[in-house]
């Protein structure tokens, strides 16, 4: 799946959908110097990654912080390391440990110069909730300037939830994703018998925004049928496009903690007045309580839903964007230009 990276300092206004559902659209911006931690255990195989930084207080970007030990400690004694595989991303070894609902976790962290961070142990929550999706496709008016309107062909994607128990008070946030295939067909190749070699891009949707859910407050056990986001009608749907929804079952500390965050972008006066750090972390140094640490590490439940789109389930076709004859994009050439692509097929391509 995509990652979840946490920005800090300040924040654009949110974008409310139906509920007790929101969307959190978070901006970087020039701040103090802060150790950032953001990152999770899962109880999945993938999507366990810690990401260290340091704020600048020269040019507002985030500084790596690299060589650190961060290892996860579960209730019964059992530990596992989080391992470097990029600068300032740490990735779980799963060796000898996995996140098991009903079990309770806590991240450590040294970092060079000997100091040592650790989160407030939290309980992984059962996952309490089914997604079901679709898509309409068509043409749609969209606004341009002077009044006027100009038609597009879009993909719009829904979802529906459907909640397990709701007796029970839980905690959910979705996120969006797309992977879509694109055909690379290199300048040299002139014959029509050879097959396209595929690059998979993976984007993130609507940005860093996530949708959050409080099961204490909405009890029905379905909320219905509602649009997530729309998709121009582009390269992405040449061939298989993938919608995917990764719902996470938070803890009600990580709920807290997101759902102060969209406080923040929704004070009263100028987004100025109260960056990030009002934010209380589940991050503290085990020898200085004062120093004050932005970002959070999770706890969740996590599960992923599906939903493929072929070039024939749209009314429309799309052009390939790599034809045999005619002028071609480096792109086409070579597919590793596009952002986001990668060579290796994911588990979940079919075909």
Known sequence: MSRLKLVISLLLPVLLVQGCSEVVNLKTELGPSQLLVFGRITDGLEGNIIQLSRTSTFNGEQEPVTGAVVKVVA??????????????????????????????????????????????????????????????????????????????????????????????????????????????????????????????????????????????????????????????????????YYFQVV???????????????????NAQGSIFDRPLAAVQSNIYNIDDPDEEILGYFEVSNVDTTRLLIRENDTPFSISTPCPLFGPISDECDNCLLLDNSAKVKPYFVTG
């Open 247 to 265: 719902r996470s079952s938070l803890t009600k500390g990580a709920y807290r903690y997101w759902d102060e965050v969209n406080q923040v972008a």
């Open 75 to 240: 209730e019964d004694g059992n530990t596992e390391h989080y391992l470097e595989v990029e600068s300032g991303e740490y990735e779980l070894a799963n060796e000898s440990l996995t996140g098991q609902p009903g079990m309770s976790y806590y991240l450590e962290i040294d970092v060079p110069g000997g100091k040592t961070y650790r989160s407030t142990p939290e309980i992984m929550p059962e996952n309490n909730t089914v997604d079901i999706l679709d898509f309409e496709a068509g043409p749609i008016r969209i606004p341009i300037e002077n009044n006027a309107e100009i038609s597009r062909n879009m993909v719009s994607l829904f979802m529906r939830s459907e909640f397990l128990d709701v007796d029970q008070d839980f905690y959910i946030r979705w996120n969006l994703i797309e992977t879509y295939l694109f055909p690379e067909r290199p300048k040299m190749v002139n014959s029509p018998d050879y097959p396209p070699q595929w690059c998979y891009i993976t984007n993130d949707l609507e940005g860093q925004s996530v949708f959050l859910h409080d099961g204490r407050v909405l009890k029905n056990p379905v909320i219905s049928r509602r649009l997530m986001t729309r998709r121009l009608a582009d390269n992405a749907f040449v061939s298989s």
